[in-house]
């Protein structure tokens, strides 16, 4: 396979250096084109490709130019690279099994690649697992994945819980749990779950009072949690509406409660050895998983929540606990603003175990949680200039803009722009800000550059799940 690879003089070193390492799969032909390589023209490539008996060229990934017509005119398919130099060994690796895009950058393009043969094989392995049961469709235990529960806290206190319902099993949940607490009436439940007839996933309920479990049981599939405190009370009542149940330990030990449970007629039952915070026991309450019966219940949002630090490593690591001990249900909740994107965590984390079972560590699956963090930090060349000058202070005193000013915020999953009452509502900072730019909303090439800062903040602020202040610190 014989490969043109334009590129530019900054960058001809590093793509030097990994067409050499693939002398032996690829006849490599590596031509600079100008200084930056994301600057070259389709005419340009097009002289390259002439009678040069090529099977594909590989540009820049950054360039913007299309090359559709070279590829019409040469009769040569020319595909992306990577954005980044540094990252070309990656792509010449797969390329000889991997048909890259003509449009899409190679390492955005095979990363998206990866993390659809990954979702394709956990949905393989799903599809093929033998359960200990199956609750409304999905199975639990057994050989399949661990399965997300994500708990909506005081849900008779929620003003729309259908949306919030719908919200978690979009974000991956598998059950979503509907907690109920000790202010709620019976009346409550039933209006709660009533109002959830439509939604097909499993639903729980999670209450230790009798007169709420019995409530819930027109529609809960699962039920949170039995002991011997209710056990007598509702047992029977939960194995007549074939509900399965997690049953935990109170005064009586976990072995206790299960065997009264299945004296009650339960047959499908999860058993929680109750993981406790960390400062409070967590490691000493994982060796309550070893010897518990399965399947079993890891509560991991128990511990994210009383944990100030970033909820996606915390929910990472909880997920390869709940593997080893073997869990089969991982609990998780999003009660406070700092675990809000815990059930996609969790279940982003969950379908990595899933993926481990021919593998050591989970690493290198093709999904990850690396959401601020990059993998591998990339290295390019330093920049070329001849003179250099150390930028001043901006200037206190603001020049404000004839036009007027631009209020900026978020609204949901949108970065809204207010000039004079007529609002300007996007997705992504450009696509706000050339909108702004078209029709004149703005005259100063500072208040531009000053626009352009606060509209990808406001993005960012989305895409993290953060506050956002306009003029304040991200």
């Known amino acids: 396979m014989r490969i043109l690879l334009p590129t530019g003089s900054a960058t001809v070193a590093i793509v030097k250096a990994a067409a050499e390492r693939f002398r032996d799969r690829y006849a490599i032909d590596v031509v600079v084109t100008g200084e930056i390589a ?69 390492d955005e393009f095979l990363a998206e690649t990866r993390r659809e043969e990954a979702c394709r094989q956990v949905a393989l392995r799903e599809a093929e697992a033998e359960p200990d049961f199956i609750i409304r469709g999905v199975k639990i235990g057994g050989n ?97 509406a074939g509900a399965a149940a997690v049953v935990v330990p109170r005064e009586r030990t976990l072995e206790e409660n299960l065997a009264a449970a299945q004296e009650a007629g339960i047959s499908r039952l999860i058993a929680d050895p109750l993981l406790q915070p960390v400062g409070s026991g967590l490691v000493d309450s994982l060796a309550g998983f070893g010897a518990a019966e399965r399947p079993l219940f890891f509560g991991a949002g128990n511990v994210v929540e009383l944990l100030d630090a970033d909820s996606p490593g915390a929910n990472a690591l909880l997920a390869g606990m709940a593997r080893e001990v073997g869990a089969a249900v991982v609990f998780t909740s999003e009660h406070s603003d700092k675990t809000r994107g815990s059930v996609a965590e969790m279940r982003r984390a969950t379908d990595m175990m899933a993926l481990m079972t021919d593998r050591p560590y989970p690493k290198d699956l093709g999904l990850d949680l690396l959401i601020l963090k990059e993998k591998r930090r990339r290295r390019e060349p330093p920049l070329a200039y001849e003179s250099v000058v150390d930028a001043g202070p901006a200037p206190d005193e603001i020049v404000y803009d004839p036009l007027g000013c631009i209020r900026i915020g978020i609204e949901g999953e949108w970065i809204v722009a207010v000039h004079r009452g007529y609002a300007v509502r996007g997705r992504c900072w450009e696509d706000v800000f050339y909108t702004l730019l078209r029709e004149g909303r703005f005259s100063r090439l500072d208040h531009a550059a000053y626009l352009g800062k606060e509209l990808f903040k406001a993005e960012l602020a989305i895409r993290q799940k953060r506050s956002f202040e306009q003029d304040g610190p991200f």
């Open 38 to 106: 994301s600057f070259l023209a389709p005419g340009d490539l097009t002289g390259l490709l002439s009678g040069g008996n090529y099977d594909m060229a590989i540009v820049s990934g950054m360039c913007t130019a299309s090359f559709a017509g070279v590829e019409r005119e040469t009769g040569i398919p020319v595909y992306r690279g990577p954005r980044h130099a540094a990252d070309l060994p990656l792509v010449l690796a797969v390329l000889d099994r991997v048909r890259l895009s003509p449009t899409v950058p190679a």
């Open 144 to 240: 399949s994945r661990m399965k997300v529960l994500a708990e909506i806290m005081d849900a008779h206190k929620r003003d729309d819980l259908l949306a919030d319902v719908r919200r978690f099993f979009a974000d991956g949940a598998d059950i979503v749990d509907l907690g109920f607490g000790f202010d709620a009436t019976p009346d409550d439940v039933v209006r709660c779950f009533s109002g959830l007839a439509g939604v097909e996933g499993p639903l729980a309920v999670d209450t230790q009072d009798p007169r709420l479990i019995a409530a819930a049981l027109v529609r809960a599939d699962l039920v949170l949690s039995l002991h011997e405190g209710n056990i007598p009370l509702v047992g029977e009542a939960v194995a007549d």
